[in-house]
């Protein structure tokens, strides 16, 4: 079990690029990006949170993303947008959710276009008709940041939510 979330971890440092910017340099990006997995650990006596290394996780194990984005060109960059992975056999939690001031938060629901939350998903009834329902957490995909606002030259950006493994 450990196996999987372990080759997520490795893979998620090279997937970082597409968290990128619309706007790309033929050689280099104009955005530094740096996504940081942490498990969400609580102190028994204290009754806080700790957040600790993830080289691995564990079914009922909550884990932390912390992505940063930098802007190192010398220009505002205009229609960013970050995407955040939600890994197979994990749940999104809105349990310290960042949801940025200036941009808008979207999640995606296989078979559905991007959509802001409260989320819906289309369902098959048994006579065959098809009816929109609310969509749970469970169900997400991917989740997303739709910056309204420029980035600035050097401003840095900071995101943040949770996943629960759940298998």
Known sequence: ????????????????????AVAQEASQSPIEAKLVVQRVEFDAETKKEMLTSAK????????????????LSDTPLA??????????NTIFTTDALK?????TFEV????EPWQTLPARKTIKKPDGTEVRVPAGPEDYK???????????PEETLTTVY???VSR
Do not use: C
């Open 99 to 103: 949801v940025l001031d200036d941009a």
């Open 1 to 20: 079990m450990k196996h999987w979330i372990r080759a997520f971890f490795i893979a998620a440092g090279f997937a970082i690029a597409p968290f990128s």
């Open 56 to 71: 691995t996780a564990s079914p009922g194990d909550v884990l932390q993303y912390t992505g940063t984005y930098t802007n």
């Open 108 to 111: 995606l629901v296989p078979g």
């Open 142 to 152: 991917e989740i997303r940041w739709k910056l309204s606002d420029p980035l600035a």
């Open 79 to 88: 229609g960013l947008v970050i995407n955040g992975p939600i890994p197979d």
């Open 162 to 164: 949770r996943v629960k």
